[in-house]
């Protein structure tokens, strides 16, 4: 399996901007496809994005499509959300996962997880 370790959480005000990013190490990352996901206390994992192991298919949640982007570099091994235009509701503890099944937007595919990182916005 790969290790995942999530950075770049913090306090924004809404309709600001933060960009996450997540470093892995272990197997090879370009093996993996990867994605973001986050959880608020008392509510189930929510799925936020994907990307294909190259980084050519991207996905997105309808709640978050248009207001962040996902990327990743390979040659660093690390995975990037790029969020903007955040609202309140956009507050939870954000997790990088890596799969080796194709991308996909069930978290029960994602067999590496990372430690996530708290995003709060403020309205």
């Known amino acids: 399996q790969v290790q995942l370790v999530e950075s770049g959480g913090g306090l924004v005000q809404a309709g600001g901007s933060l960009r996450l990013s997540c470093a892995a190490s272990?197997?090879?990352?370009?093996?993996?496809?990867a994605g973001w996901f986050r959880q608020v206390p008392g509510k189930e994992r929510e799925f936020v994005a994907a990307?294909?192991?190259?980084?050519?298919?991207?996905y997105y949640a309808d709640s978050v499509k248009g207001r962040f982007t996902i990327s990743r570099d390979n040659a660093k091994n690390t995975l990037y959300l790029q969020m903007n235009s955040l609202k309140p509701e956009d507050t939870a503890v954000y997790y990088c996962?890596?799969?080796?099944?194709?991308?996909?937007?069930?978290?029960?595919?994602?067999?590496?997880w990372g430690q996530g990182t708290q995003v709060t916005v403020s309205s």
């Open positions: 272990g197997r090879t990352f370009s093996s993996y496809t």
């Open positions: 996962a890596a799969s080796p099944l194709p991308s996909s937007r069930e978290g029960r595919q994602y067999g590496s």
């Open positions: 990307i294909s192991r190259i980084g050519y298919g991207t």
